[in-house]
């Protein structure tokens, strides 16, 4: 079953980071992902640049509305992502526990599926 894990990291968390203690949170992170990799787990693994970089866009009434970062209302914001293949919800949440993120951020766990159910 396939199962992504979202890292959900407290907004400004990043900016008051070192460059040198971000690369070396990434470093962690390029290592947990090639131990997923070995494993036969991991589908994908990307990190995300900034919400202060994104844009949000809705239409409402035919109209279309782009909004740039970053959105005051959030506090919080998706750092990133591993999509995996794993044979159950159990192992999911056990690897989320293994992930460093999980130390200074929140690992969600979901499932995918139809939005419908």
């Given at each position: 079953?396939?199962?992504?894990?979202?890292?959900?990291?407290?907004?400004?968390?990043?900016?008051?980071?070192s460059?040198?203690?971000?690369?070396?949170?990434?470093?962690?992170m390029?290592?947990?992902?090639g131990?997923l990799?070995?494993?036969?787990?991991?589908?994908?693994?990307q990190?995300?640049?900034?919400?202060?970089?994104?844009?949000r866009?809705?239409?409402?009434?035919?109209?279309?509305?782009?909004?740039?970062?970053?959105?005051?209302?959030?506090?919080?914001?998706?750092?990133?992502?591993?999509?995996?293949?794993?044979?159950d919800?159990?192992?999911?949440?056990?690897?989320?526990?293994?992930?460093?993120a999980a130390?200074?951020?929140?690992?969600?766990?979901?499932?995918?599926?139809?939005?419908?159910?």
């Amino acid at each position: 079953m396939a199962y992504m894990l979202l890292i959900v990291e407290p907004q400004g968390q990043r900016a008051a980071r070192s460059e040198a203690d971000g690369r070396e949170l990434y470093d962690v992170m390029l290592r947990f992902a090639g131990s997923l990799k070995e494993r036969g787990l991991l589908v994908d693994a990307q990190s995300l640049q900034s919400d202060t970089k994104g844009k949000r866009v809705q239409i409402r009434d035919g109209q279309r509305t782009v909004v740039d970062g970053p959105f005051a209302e959030t506090k919080e914001m998706v750092g990133g992502f591993f999509l995996l293949t794993t044979d159950d919800e159990a192992e999911a949440l056990e690897i989320a526990a293994q992930c460093p993120a999980a130390e200074w951020a929140t690992v969600e766990v979901r499932a995918l599926g139809p939005c419908f159910t």
